[in-house]
């Protein structure tokens, strides 16, 4: 059996319809760890979905409670062949957002898949039901091709609290580093920056969250009366804001925005590919750090937007002078600024700048996550490069951390892996939201790079284990 062939079997999962019927009765397990209610359908994803999968392939399936009770359980399958061989870690998430079945198109169901087209909706086909379904597909199928063997030893973990923030994902790894050593981190999970191009993602942005409130008294009072006399906290607030950033978006906070980019960084970036789509919203180009370009803005740099922003009750306004207005931020940040420094350096620049009466209040934990970014010139990040252009033809956007969020982190400190992201979505598939979509060539471009690296990952080439490399 040669690369070309074991791709090509892997690709007719998708042919034959071997794929689609098993994502249909994986959608169809409601899985939604944000439904308290739905608890009992992440425990059935794990033992009734994937794990005879798993077993079916010669993996050893394990499961395990999660140490913080709402967070839900985890997976853990392995297939041993030789302790001398590479090790890679996969990773998928179980879990979905709601279904928001009220809200889907007419004549679509979140837990019935669907194909139109060249789509497939359901809830789960992008994020992540159908994206991990890949990793294993092109597994089982690299093992068939190599009579039984894939060359390297494969571990597997499925969480079912990722749409919540991953609670206890840490500590798990903490607590199971020896079964799940290894010698990369492989995910495929969000989208991609184009249709026509392949993606490799190194991490993600971390974000904080934060309420800025003004509170200058208890009561409302007459607006006729006292409007004039009083300190307005809305207006203060505003003026407050104008000191995080310019008119033009550029932050005003010292120490929010890195020193510098990293060359190799930097590099990436100058290679990324856009593609516009219908439906998404044109950028603003003279908003933000100047002279940065589109993709230093959103993947090296640190972002900061006003989720909401409150001054008495907006649904029904009265005529008084306010004594409280909030807003809540979120700040995205790159591993070049600390997550820790955030706050302290905002209260140090709203002191300097006169607004100590504006008190800076956290959000619960869940609203934060860690920035991770393995560094672009690390070798498994080279490795997987050429596997996808040998695979595709077209060479990989290099994405040094995506835009969003990811547990990247909890993977590099707990296990000290290079982390590598393999999108198979596009920005349009419709994820947290109604209609959630698939497609069709994505999943079969999907299956036949999962299967390719795989297969050149066990051909003996793999790079040798190094210490981590961060950018």
């Not at 019935?112 to 890949?134: A, F």
């Not at 990436?268 to 590919?273: H, R, S």
């Not at 596009?426 to 959630?436: I, K, M, N, R, S």
């Amino acid at each position: 059996m040669t690369r070309d062939r074991a791709v090509a079997a892997t690709q007719r999962q998708w042919d034959e319809g071997r794929f689609l019927g098993e994502l249909v009765r994986l959608v169809a397990i409601r899985s939604e760890s944000q439904e308290p209610e739905s608890r009992p359908e992440l425990y059935r994803y794990l033992r009734e979905g994937v794990g005879p999968m798993f077993a079916a392939m010669g993996y050893r399936t394990q499961y395990f409670e999660n140490s913080v009770p709402t967070g839900g359980p985890f997976l853990v399958a392995d297939r041993i062949e030789d302790p001398g061989l590479p090790t890679v870690l996969t990773y998928g998430h179980g879990d979905v957002v709601r279904g928001l079945a009220e809200q889907w198109r007419k004549g679509l169901d979140p837990w019935t898949l669907t194909i139109e087209g060249e789509r497939v909706y359901g809830r789960g086909t992008v994020d992540n039901k159908g994206q991990h379904l890949i990793a294993m597909r092109a597994l089982d199928e690299v093992a068939r091709a190599r009579g039984g063997k894939l060359g390297f030893n494969s571990k597997f973990i499925v969480e079912t609290g990722e749409e919540i923030g991953s609670g206890g994902l840490r500590q798990f790894l903490d607590d199971q580093g020896a079964l799940l050593a290894a010698d990369v981190f492989i995910a495929l999970d969000g989208p991609r920056q184009t249709l026509t191009r392949p993606e490799i993602k190194l991490g993600g942005r971390g974000g904080v969250s934060f309420d800025l409130v003004v509170r200058l008294r208890e009561a409302q009072h007459h607006s006729g009366h006292w409007g004039g006399l009083l300190r307005d906290p809305g207006f203060i607030l505003g003026h407050a804001l104008s000191r995080i950033v310019s008119a033009k978006g550029k932050i005003l906070v010292p120490g929010w925005t890195p020193a510098r980019i990293p060359n190799s960084v930097r590099a990436a970036c100058a290679t990324i590919e856009f593609e516009d789509l219908p439906g998404l919203p044109e950028i603003d180009p003279d908003w933000g750090e100047p002279g940065l370009s589109k993709a230093e803005k959103i993947f090296a740099w640190t972002s900061v937007i006003v989720l909401a922003h409150t001054s008495g009750t907006p649904e029904r306004p009265v005529n008084a002078v306010q004594g409280e207005a909030s807003a809540r931020l979120q700040v995205r940040h790159t591993v070049d600024v600390a997550a820790n420094v955030l706050v302290p350096a905002l209260r140090r620049h709203l002191d300097a700048e006169g607004f100590k009466e504006a008190t800076i209040v956290p959000v619960p934990e869940r609203e934060n996550f860690p920035a991770s970014r393995t560094d672009p010139d690390d070798p498994w990040v080279k490795f997987a490069i050429a596997s996808l252009t040998r695979t595709t033809g077209r060479p990989p956007n290099v994405i040094v951390n995506s835009s969003g969020s990811n547990p990247s982190l909890m993977f590099v400190e707990a296990l000290g892996t290079p982390t590598i992201w393999i999108p198979n979505s596009y920005a349009g598939c419709g994820q947290h939201g109604p209609d959630e979509h698939g497609l069709a060539p994505l999943y079969r471009e999907g299956l036949a790079i999962m299967a390719g690296l795989y297969w050149d990952i066990g051909a003996g080439e793999a790079p040798e284990r190094k210490p981590l490399k961060l950018a």
